[in-house]
């Protein structure tokens, strides 16, 4: 089994020289199609999610990488953060979440700088992104653009059975496991001689 770690901010190729240089984990495009370029044919595909997102262009490669993935079996596993882009990832295939994991989305946001035709057109660039962003959402659950937008525009945050109910997550880590027994018992205490 291949397994993509999408750890820290996820960044341009250019940048992730950066990172490597200072031992900053950090996700690129790059990084997830070496990994994938690697895979033989009729091999699953792990992909572990802990993300405060990043670089919208960048998920957007990544996210279409995993989902175009053909060789084997694919599932992501949320297992801290999948907030902003990082959670634009998370809808590319099967997932889990653990139950003390989150989820966050939000609306794109940027910076601009000019005069008042500047600022329209930039408010019109983040409304088309926003759009963008929202159809890996609505391409998971089927929700409708409207429903997206309304949860990205109130910056939503999710617990993983908030994720599961609203279709975003396939299902909770652990979630049939045994539940842990705690026991009281006389034979579990030191002999009072000792």
Known sequence: MAKINIKGPIISNQQQWIYDWFGIEATSPA????VLN???TNEDLEIEINSNGGDISAASEIYTAIRTYDKGNKKSYIVGSAYSAGSVIAMACECDMSPTAMMMVHKVSSGAQ???NDMDKMSKVLQVADQTIANAYIGKCGMSM???LKMMSDETWLTAQQAKDRGLI??????NAPTVQLNNSFGNMIPQEI
Request: overall charge negative; proline content about 0%.
């Open 38 to 40: 690697g895979i033989m």
């Open 146 to 148: 409207k429903d997206a």
């Open 31 to 34: 990084k997830v199609s070496n």
């Open 114 to 116: 000019g005069n008042s």
């Open 170 to 175: 396939d299902g909770i880590m652990f979630e």
